[in-house]
């Protein structure tokens, strides 16, 4: 298997966990390359509107995740990671709530998920990977040598959504947020294939009363723990 060769660290949650930003330090700390999965579905989202395909169309669903031109460009943790669909840079319109709630309906298909499968597993390259999502630990790399899982309520997860949004210029309004972040909840819980759950081996970590520097500061004591790091 693939991660027992290369060390795995999977860091899932559900939407505004922090999660992203956190992959994104311990990548950057650790020299490590990073799969952001959930991009993988928000472009797949943005290129199956871009091409007018049905999201109700599995299987052009699916034949689009196989043959998606998708890469990403992984600068440093504080610029984050550009994502490039087709050539063109999409960094900003899959982060809308449109974009994510699109996203959430497409991996809730079997056959897009399996057509994305191999795809994720062939992001592990040494030294490392940090791969953050909903089902990395559960799913994609049952044997990563690390797994966390990053939660936070609701009402927190909504809040970071809105002043996220709204420093980036996009207009918001946070009830509206707070119920697509619960609707999104549960499908992400409820779907048939890959629900969103902690691993069984997996350290959970909530993150509403922390900062984001204090949830990395507990992940890299379980690294150390584990042997995890820079030599």
Same mark, same amino acid.
């Given at each position: 298997?693939?991660?027992?060769?290369?060390?795995?660290?999977?860091?899932?949650? +559900?939407?505004? !966990?922090?999660?992203? %930003?956190?992959?994104?330090?311990?990548? %950057? &700390?650790?020299?490590?390359?990073? *799969?952001?999965?959930?991009? #993988?579905?928000?472009?797949?989202?943005?290129?199956? *509107?871009?091409?007018?395909?049905?999201?109700?169309?599995?299987?052009? #669903?699916?034949? =689009?995740?196989?043959?998606?031109?998708?890469?990403?460009?992984?600068?440093?943790?504080?610029?984050?990671?550009?994502?490039?669909?087709?050539?063109?840079?999409?960094?900003?319109?899959?982060?809308? &709530?449109?974009?994510?709630? %699109?996203?959430?309906?497409?991996?809730?298909? +079997?056959?897009?998920?399996? =057509?994305?499968?191999?795809?994720?597993?062939?992001?592990?390259?040494? +030294?490392? #990977?940090?791969?953050?999502?909903?089902?990395?630990? %559960?799913?994609?790399?049952?044997?990563?040598?690390?797994?966390?899982?990053?939660?936070?309520? =609701?009402?927190?997860?909504?809040?970071?959504?809105?002043?996220?949004?709204?420093?980036?210029?996009?207009?918001?309004?946070?009830?509206?947020? *707070?119920?697509?972040?619960?609707?999104?909840?549960?499908?992400?819980?409820?779907?048939?294939? =890959?629900?969103?759950?902690?691993?069984?081996?997996?350290?959970?970590?909530? !993150?509403?009363?922390?900062?984001?520097?204090?949830?990395?500061?507990?992940?890299?004591e379980q690294l150390n723990r584990l042997g995890i790091g820079r030599a």
């Open positions: 298997m693939i991660e027992q060769q290369v060390p795995v660290i999977t860091i899932d949650g +559900p939407s505004g !966990s922090g999660k992203g %930003t956190l992959a994104k330090l311990i990548a %950057t &700390e650790l020299g490590f390359a990073l *799969l952001d999965s959930g991009a #993988l579905y928000r472009v797949l989202g943005q290129a199956a *509107l871009k091409h007018s395909v049905a999201l109700d169309d599995e299987a052009a #669903l699916a034949a =689009a995740a196989e043959s998606l031109d998708l890469r990403f460009e992984v600068s440093d943790a504080e610029e984050g990671v550009k994502v490039i669909l087709e050539g063109d840079d999409v960094s900003r319109q899959i982060r809308t &709530e449109q974009a994510g709630a %699109t996203a959430s309906v497409v991996a809730a298909i +079997p056959a897009v998920r399996t =057509a994305l499968l191999q795809r994720q597993r062939d992001f592990a390259s040494l +030294p490392g #990977l940090v791969a953050d999502g909903r089902d990395m630990g %559960t799913v994609v790399f049952p044997r990563a040598a690390a797994k966390f899982f990053l939660t936070a309520s =609701a009402e927190e997860r909504a809040q970071r959504r809105y002043k996220q949004l709204i420093e980036k210029g996009f207009d918001a309004s946070l009830p509206v947020i *707070l119920e697509e972040v619960k609707a999104r909840d549960a499908r992400d819980m409820g779907r048939a294939v =890959a629900p969103l759950k902690p691993a069984e081996d997996a350290l959970v970590l909530d !993150s509403t009363q922390l900062s984001i520097e204090q949830v990395r500061e507990q992940v890299v």
